[in-house]
């Protein structure tokens, strides 16, 4: 089991750069694909970046492609997901997840376990 923790998020007006973190404790974090999905309210939880095991490959929604990207520390059991030009639509509660399997899913029932999430709002 791992155990995930999101920080990073606030306000900032649109154009602005936000940087999320997700720290994993528990089991060997290198046995997890992560991903960062985000819900706006009224809305359903949707993908937003995966990371593989390895950190070779990642996956982004058409959304946010050339404006986010993630990436992993394994030394410090730590993914990232740096997010430049915002925009009012970006707002949502952000949340970390981890899952097992090899590749990246976006659907989010892959992923067994989930961070708390933070809020990020981004104001026009």
């Known amino acids: 089991q791992v155990q995930l923790v999101e920080s990073g998020g606030g306000l900032v007006q649109a154009g602005g750069s936000l940087r999320l973190s997700c720290a994993a404790s528990?089991?060997?974090?290198?046995?997890?694909?992560l991903a960062w999905f985000r819900q706006a309210p009224g809305k359903e939880r949707e993908f937003v970046a995966g990371i593989t095991r390895s950190g070779g490959n990642t996956n982004y929604a058409d959304s946010v492609k050339g404006r986010f990207t993630l990436s992993r520390d394994s030394a410090k059991n730590t993914v990232l997901l740096q997010m430049n030009k915002l925009k009012p639509e970006d707002t949502a509660v952000y949340y970390c997840?981890?899952?097992?399997?090899?590749?990246?899913?976006?659907?989010?029932?892959?992923?067994?376990?989930w961070g708390q999430g933070t809020q990020v709002t981004v104001s026009s």
């Open positions: 528990g089991r060997s974090f290198s046995n997890y694909g």
């Open positions: 997840a981890a899952t097992p399997v090899l590749s990246i899913h976006y659907s989010a029932n892959y992923y067994p376990y």
